[in-house]
């Protein structure tokens, strides 16, 4: 089975501090993709990064970068810098590319940046 | 790039009726689509998966007569839910991907559903 787990139910920091939150997932699978997805109080849905399983450089865009281990099949989220409008739920997802290809979503951690 | 739009945004309808909510990708054509019901404070849960063209996979547990899911092209997508009852109301989201592969889904803003 797929699974993703994020660990972390809520977390709050400071802003412009930096914070990271954590995520590891477990599959069978060597090919597949990670992604990141941000859901603000509007309850759109994000997308704030993704990596690919199959590149060793970390993906990073901004603000935000990982830190993928794919031997420990870990996916933290660094963000850098936070700002009021980080504020949000962060879902950490991975699809894999044979067979199964749906998302399986993490619980989700709720951030809370503090003015 | 990559806009998904949903319409209605929220809708409240009387228990026994039915509600069409739709999906569309706004700057691409999107082979494949999903919807997702989420309940508060938790995760989505994936519904089911629509390829355009053909009949829509439903997740177990999911009734497929009492969500009718239509991908009649490459940037629409319609879900309605029949006979709707209060326990059908919640917050209904769809994405829509480029292929049929593994690859980004880019979400629709949702739809709230309260069936009184």
């Known amino acids: 089975a797929q699974t993703v787990t994020q660990s972390q139910p809520e977390m709050s920091v400071q802003e412009a501090e930096t914070v990271t939150l954590s995520c590891t997932y477990d599959?069978?699978?060597?090919?597949?993709?990670l992604f990141w997805y941000k859901q603000p109080p509007s309850r759109q849905m994000i997308l704030v990064i993704r990596?690919?399983?199959?590149?060793?450089q970390n993906a990073t865009e901004n603000r935000f970068s990982v830190n993928f281990q794919k031997a420990a099949k870990s996916f933290s989220l660094k963000i850098s810098d936070s700002q009021l409008g980080d504020t949000a739920m962060y879902f950490c997802a991975f699809i894999t590319n044979f067979g199964n290809e749906k998302l399986t979503f993490g619980t989700g951690t709720r951030l809370t940046i503090i003015p | 790039g990559a806009v998904v739009s949903q319409h209605p945004s929220w809708v409240i309808c009387k228990s026994g009726t039915s509600v069409k909510i739709e999906c569309r990708s706004l700057d691409f054509q999107a082979t494949t689509m999903f919807w997702y019901r989420q309940f508060p404070k938790q995760s989505l849960m994936l519904m089911a998966t629509?390829?355009?063209?053909?009949?829509?996979?439903?997740e177990q547990g999911v009734e497929k007569d009492k969500f009718l899911i239509n991908h009649a092209s490459l940037t629409l997508s319609t879900l309605t839910v029949t006979s709707a009852h209060p326990e059908d109301s919640s917050f209904y989201i769809c994405s829509a991907s480029r292929s049929a592969g593994a690859d980004t889904q880019y979400f629709g803003p949702g739809t709230r559903l309260t069936v009184l």
């Open positions: 629509s390829n355009e063209g053909s009949k829509a996979t439903y």
């Open positions: 599959t069978s699978e060597n090919n597949y993709y």
């Open positions: 990596q690919e399983a199959y590149k060793q």
